[in-house]
């Protein structure tokens, strides 16, 4: 049966409400000194403009998150009924019930969903995030909650409904839907030392949530006296094959490891395949755990221990925030955490 730890439910009070209006053009022409069809201008057609006034209007944009309205001026009131959300990655099965649930829920409220991709670094999110803001959609939502500060100047400067999912932060855009990653590291390592496993190991992503979810096991390994998990890191999205390679890697390193805690269900099934071809038993001499539960983890053999997130929960409820906002609705409590489940099964 699938355990579920205990997430502890978010105290940290809603944020205040998103009072502060939509930067205007003349708030930008008022920072840089200068008129409103110079600001018009300096964006549209630069080459009509001196360098030093394209310089002090770019200072005030930059400064205020000023993000300029590609809609024509006379549709500014009209609403798009589209929503844009944001994945580090299209590939593989770990964000889609999320997407799906988001879109399936949208449309049902009459609103059309635009997806795109920032990858794992989020060196594109920036770039993204402007051109998505200048076509002014009825909400925003993000996967994770790291974004560079100027991107969180241009989200709260314009005015959009923003949810931020798959995190957890006590200071929001605007409104979340996640988890702790902290404590779900934390939860699988005590499941494997209630399983008898005293040597841990790490294989895991470089992304910021896998990170976070290391910080929470290597915690509770410290808690609980074990020595301290081997690592191996790989670069997120991670494989299969970086599972095989990951786990000849940590036998490398320390060949008594009993226990493998990956950060993906494809890490976690090339460990399984790397460790067959090796004639380790699992779960006897290796107990391997994924994360994901992707639709391979029941009917692989052995079937795979992993942790589960509600993605069509998480997507329903994000529907459901923007829909609201877009519509005028108040969100009475705008942070919601969904906690996770450890699936139990043959291999840990």
């Excluded at 105290?11 to 840089?32: G, I, M, S, Y």
């Excluded at 018009?40 to 005030?60: C, D, F, H, L």
């Excluded at 024509?72 to 009131?77: F, I, M, N, V």
């Excluded at 609403?79 to 889609?96: D, E, I, K, M, N």
Aim: hydrophobic share 40%.
């Amino acid at each position: 049966m699938p355990s579920s730890p205990p997430s502890t439910p978010a105290k940290t009070p809603p944020p205040a409400p998103r009072d502060r209006p939509v930067v205007t053009l003349r708030e930008v022409a008022e920072h840089a000194g200068v008129s409103m069809i110079t600001v018009s201008r300096a964006i549209n057609t630069p080459g009509q403009v001196s360098e030093p006034t394209r310089t002090r209007v770019q200072a005030a944009i930059s400064s205020l998150g000023y993000v300029p309205n590609l809609i024509a001026g006379g549709l500014r009131s009209a609403r798009s009924h589209l929503v844009t959300a944001l994945v580090p990655t299209t590939t593989g099965q770990l964000f889609g019930e999320m997407v799906q649930s988001l879109t399936d829920a949208l449309e049902l409220r009459g609103y059309q969903v635009m997806l795109g991709q920032v990858g794992y670094a989020h060196s594109r999110e920036d770039e993204l995030l402007r051109a998505i803001v200048g076509r002014r959609p009825d909400g925003i939502v993000l996967t994770g909650i790291m974004h560079s500060p100027e991107g969180r100047r241009l989200l709260q400067a314009s005015g959009i409904p923003v949810v931020e999912t798959w995190d957890f932060t006590p200071n929001p855009i605007d409104m979340l839907v996640g988890l702790s990653h902290e404590q779900l590291g934390a939860a699988v390592c005590k499941h494997l030392h209630a399983k008898g496993r005293r040597r841990l190991a790490l294989l895991s992503g470089d992304d910021e949530r896998a990170a976070r979810r290391r910080k929470g096991f290597y915690a509770e390994a410290g808690r609980l006296g074990l020595r301290e998990p081997a690592l191996q890191l790989e670069k997120s999205p991670t494989s299969h094959t970086e599972g095989r390679a990951g786990l000849a890697a940590l036998l490398a390193a320390q060949p008594d490891i009993d226990a493998v805690f990956c950060s993906s269900d494809m890490l976690a099934l090339g460990v399984l395949t790397e460790a067959r071809a090796r004639a380790m038993a699992v779960p006897d001499q290796l107990a391997v755990v994924g994360f994901g539960d992707i639709e391979f983890a029941q009917t692989v053999i052995p079937s795979l221990t992993t942790v589960r997130i509600d993605g069509t929960r998480m997507g329903q409820t994000a529907a459901g925030f923007i829909a609201d906002r877009a519509e005028g609705k108040t969100v009475t409590e705008p942070v919601v955490d969904i906690g996770f489940s450890i699936m139990e099964r043959e291999s840990a």
